[in-house]
């Protein structure tokens, strides 16, 4: 039995010897791991946007479902992901709040003018 074991031993030693191959490092510069962490930054802010009830409810709308617009993205180029994050990072933060405000403040000066009675603590002129 043990003639056995020391033969299987060395014989597993030596086909570990033979598979065996050396490890190739490649030297990266701190651009190249810049590049990748900021494509893979990107990404996932991209996709947390599609992750957004407001956008998945205007992808349905336009067609689109969220599970497609999702596999597009993580096809996107370096390139193409950049452009789309500067479009969105150029984007108002509210959108329509300022449409919003706009009728409301409207719709306040009427009522000062005694035109509408929309807000009961508002006493026209």
Same mark, same amino acid.
């Given at each position: 039995? @043990?003639?056995?074991?020391?033969? =299987?031993? !060395?014989? !597993?030693? *030596?086909?570990?010897?033979?598979? *065996? =191959?050396?490890?190739?490092?490649?030297?990266?510069?701190?651009?190249?791991?810049? *590049?990748?962490?900021?494509?893979?930054?990107?990404?996932?802010?991209?996709?947390?946007?599609?992750?957004?009830?407001?956008?998945?409810?205007?992808?349905?709308?336009?067609?689109?479902?969220?599970?497609?617009?999702?596999?597009?993205?993580?096809?996107?180029? @370096?390139?193409?992901?950049?452009?789309? @994050? =500067?479009?969105? @990072?150029?984007?108002?933060?509210?959108?329509?709040?300022?449409?919003?405000?706009?009728?409301?403040?409207?719709?306040?000066?009427?009522?000062?003018?005694?035109?509408?009675?929309?807000?009961?603590?508002?006493?026209?002129?």
């Amino acid at each position: 039995m @043990n003639k056995y074991l020391t033969a =299987s031993a !060395m014989l !597993m030693f *030596a086909g570990l010897m033979v598979i *065996a =191959s050396p490890a190739v490092a490649g030297v990266y510069t701190s651009d190249q791991v810049i *590049a990748t962490q900021q494509y893979q930054y990107n990404k996932q802010q991209v996709l947390a946007f599609v992750d957004t009830a407001e956008v998945q409810q205007k992808l349905q709308t336009l067609g689109v479902s969220p599970a497609d617009a999702k596999q597009r993205i993580a096809s996107m180029t @370096n390139a193409e992901l950049e452009a789309f @994050n =500067s479009q969105l @990072n150029d984007m108002p933060a509210g959108g329509i709040v300022g449409t919003i405000v706009t009728v409301l403040v409207v719709v306040a000066v009427l009522d000062l003018m005694g035109i509408t009675d929309v807000y009961p603590f508002i006493r026209p002129i």
